[in-house]
């Protein structure tokens, strides 16, 4: 048995078991771009096979990383693909092209559940190909993924660091549940908004705005507006304000009655 | 009735009822990028509102956007906010901070099919923010939605073309159903598994690899195998071949009985 190739278990932490691939880059901005996507996104494990970068150019890869400095720091530059991606159970290459060993392609989107899974006890190296020339036959063949990010027929090749960024923001997606802020405010019960239209109704006729006549109909009309529009007790009580206004200011103001 | 902002109605074809607005940028490499980005994506407004670029760095737009150069071409650069999304029914901020005027964000994933539908038959303005401070809060007041690309907390701000390329990315695929080369061989069909197996059983025992009492217990191994590796008419074709040549070595090689 072959223990050198072993495969390592990841480290913990979403992200912590996916590896980055740049085969043989040629330009240092987009290594830099790759590195802060990755940051971005939780990642931190970077290997270049082969990098085709021109001396002076090397200083863009820091511009570009911006705050992800440690990870184009701890990056590690390898002479061969298969030296980059010893260890790994899983590789995934992403391919804009179609053709002889790439039957099996699936769209980024429908993969990831399965490579961050995948991801959780093992290590996932993602491959991203040349800005020139994509993956060469023999990379394909260690593939036990390949990627399609989809795009127009007429112009499918991304930038590699916006194609790294689609999969790893797709990856990070199917491996974290992503949370937002949310409403500071708690939903507006039934009561609060009952209150609410009590209110309109009596400051939409007192400022004349409807007859009684009409008042059901318009309602209607306010009814369908604030069930899309006023979703907390903020909003409840901004827009009961508003009326309790209305209705002050008819019998009140210099236009009241 | 203000007919100056009367929407206007999108062109036809996927991607056509998008318009990326970007407010401030700094960076010509940026707005590059953006217009590989929408290139790939399919998208082709762009307009651009008081960029802060300085003179010399605007070659660099052209560079970065490569086969993009007609979007860039095309570009439209206004004073003001307002007149990005004039005509637009939708604008749709990208943000990626918390706070004032941003309780109702929603993550790009969420929101993506109805800002899809939206641009069907109206115009739908994404907007991307300052490199250096975002969207400030009179632009937030004025998006109908707002937008996240979830990321790690200690590092939410995306590079402006990478969030761009997400959001456009999520925003096609919500509008396109995304296709794939698909195999060119059709499924392997039940005869053709069967022959397959009766192939592999005889040529497996023909070689010595297992023995009749054994038989059984081993084909089950290549069952599990089999159910996941071959698909297809080529794949049980290519495995029938093995088994069969397994079979004729055994009987006619140096190594035959």
């Known amino acids: 048995m072959d223990t050198e190739n072993q495969p390592t278990a990841a480290p913990p932490g979403a992200g912590a078991g996916i590896r980055v691939v740049l085969v043989a880059p040629l330009y240092a901005g987009n290594i830099g771009s790759v590195c802060r996507a990755m940051a971005n996104m939780g990642v931190s494990d970077l290997v270049v096979v082969a990098p085709r970068v021109a001396e002076g150019d090397w200083p863009e890869a820091g511009r570009l990383a911006v705050h992800a400095g440690d990870i184009l720091a701890s990056m ?69 993924h390949l990627l399609r990010i989809p795009s127009v027929d007429a112009y499918r090749s991304l930038n590699l660091a916006q194609a790294a960024m689609v999969c790893l923001y797709e990856l990070r997606l199917a491996a974290v ?81």
């Open 76 to 144: 590690r530059t390898v002479p061969t693909f298969a030296e980059a991606i010893d260890g790994c159970v899983a590789v995934a290459g992403a391919t804009a092209r179609d053709g002889l060993y790439r039957g099996h392609i699936r769209l980024i989107r429908d993969a990831a559940p399965e490579l961050a899974a995948i991801a959780r006890t093992g290590r996932v190296a993602l491959v991203l190909g040349r800005e020139d020339n994509g993956l060469e036959n023999d990379e394909i063949q260690q593939c036990t």
């Open 177 to 257: 549940p992503a949370e937002l802020p949310g409403e500071k405010s708690p939903p507006a019960g039934a009561a609060h908004k009952r209150r609410l239209f009590e209110a309109w109704r009596e400051a939409m006729l007192s400022i004349g705005f409807m007859k009684e006549d009409k008042a059901d109909h318009m309602m209607q009309g306010f009814a369908r507006i604030f069930s899309r529009g006023v979703k907390t007790v903020d909003d409840a009580n901004i827009m009961l304000g508003v009326a309790r206004q209305s209705l002050w200011a008819a019998t009140h103001g210099e236009h009241g009655k």
